[in-house]
């Protein structure tokens, strides 16, 4: 279960640039809980994600993940609870080493890395047999560089590799975003299917609502570094794509108020 | 011959820098000059536990020691304070150049009377062969002592890369290729990044200590000056063996650095056989470097030119 409370991340603070990513964000997750997280560019939905697998530190706030506050860990020790999945998808592999080797370091994460062979024959057979689920022929060219695979081929092997030792988290940032529609469609597929079978507590960012909709059991949506409606339940099966749509609207024009209120308020006494 | 088999002896020795430079430069793409530092330090640790009259596997195995500390200090300084690789290098090099100063006690330390490893491998030969012995090679007469000495060169540096390949190859050695291949990737599965590049940088120099240390003993003297320009020889070396295999497999690589390394020496003794002057050494091997990093993208830019055309 992850127990987010009081979160707070400032970037460049005390100079022009500031921004203000993340403000008192609490969010609590239980366990097997797959969960889209929604919001405007720039809304903080990114960074809450690097919160949590620790990419930097936060201001103040608590992450808890099973029972084990790891809000001052950093990422690489937090990385035996957390599964990931990046935007892009160069991101994920390790280009200049082969298929079997990336997945062979997948199948270590978290743990103690001695001198024992990377890539012992009994692991490349436990390797072919989990590749073969992707159905696009990888089984057969385990020692091919992943360099030399499609941005697509890319994302489902780190998929995969995110999900292959179970973990207590997986966190997806935008992870179809980079890719074409049928590829970022069938990553999807592959996504739930994985989820599902793992019952895999997940964190998901997506820029799609269409995804939201029909993935997860719980939607998020963020706007300026805070969590502004949370649906769960038989309100989120209930949720359609113009709901989302009319809610950002709203959103925005909340914020066209904002910027007209302070307009008046120059004129009037400056 | 006997230029030839000394130039492939030192040809050998020099490989443990390829060896080195191919960690830091290609594992790690870490422009490391802490070998110009770190080498002489192998150099200046053996000659002067020699003289002080330790055991010379001792005092071989300590210059690799001293290499582990020289490069774990670059990798610290890079990793925990923020500063970029080379300017990392070069403040342990220039720390290390007073270092040495220290630990040799003066600028030169020569020798000539003293038990090496290759006085070991020259005694060997003499219960062997016989006491100056010479071999018939191919027509040339050749010291016993001599081929006798590349032998166990050769045995120690396959030995060497065995060790690295197997190393690579290793869980612990996956994590470090990945490292230098995708470090956000590796940090995401549990592998504390920091730690891998001091590790790598540290045994890039450990690898490059061990070969000023053998140097030293092979040509009877550790010179405080005598690592200047060993980062860009270890470059070409590793260059020269890239082109040679042009294959991405680890063992080839490995192999390809120690086979440039070899070519490299034989090259750099021919040029100057053919009466180069030696105070053009480094400004040639240089020039060399900067073409063989500049000529690939030269030529697919020049071929593009051409298909526009």
Redesign the interface.
Known sequence: MLEISNLYKTFNAGTINEVNALQDVSLSIEDGCFVCVLGTNGSGKSTLLNAV?GNFLTDAGTIILNGRNITRW????R??Q???V?QNP????????SIG??L???A????K???????PASLVRDLRYRVKVLNMGLEERLDT?IGKLSGGQRQALTLL??SWLRPDLLLLDEHTAALDPKTASNVIELTEQIVTEGKLTTLMVTHSMQQAVNLGDRVIMMHQGKIRYDFRGEEKKRLKVPDLLYLFDELRRKDQIDTGVAELLVANYV | MTLLIGSITIGLILALLALGSFISFRIFDFPDITAEGSFTFGAAITASLIVAGINPVVATVLAFAGGLLAGSATGLIHTRFKINPLLSGILVMTALYSVNLHVMGKSNVPLLSQNTLFTWFEKFSNIISGENAVVNLIGWSVPAKDLWTLFFCLLIIVAFSLLLLW?F???????M??TG??D??????????KGMIIFGVALSNGFIALSGSMLAQFQGFADVQMGIGMMVWGLASVIIGEALISE?RLGLLIAGAVIGAVLFRLLVAIALRWGMNPNDLKLITAAFVFLALVLPGFMKQTKKIKLIR
Not at chain 2, 184 to 193: C, D, P, S
């Open positions: 697998a950093p990422e690489h020790k990385a035996c957390i599964g990931r990046f160069f991101s994920g592999t390790a280009p200049g080493m080797e990336n062979a370091l997948a270590k994460r978290g743990g890395r001695g001198l024992g062979w990377g890539l560089p590799m995110a | 190393f190859r290793t869980n612990i050695g996956t994590a290729r990945a291949d995708n956000q990737m590796i940090r995401a599965l549990g592998v504390n990044t991405n």
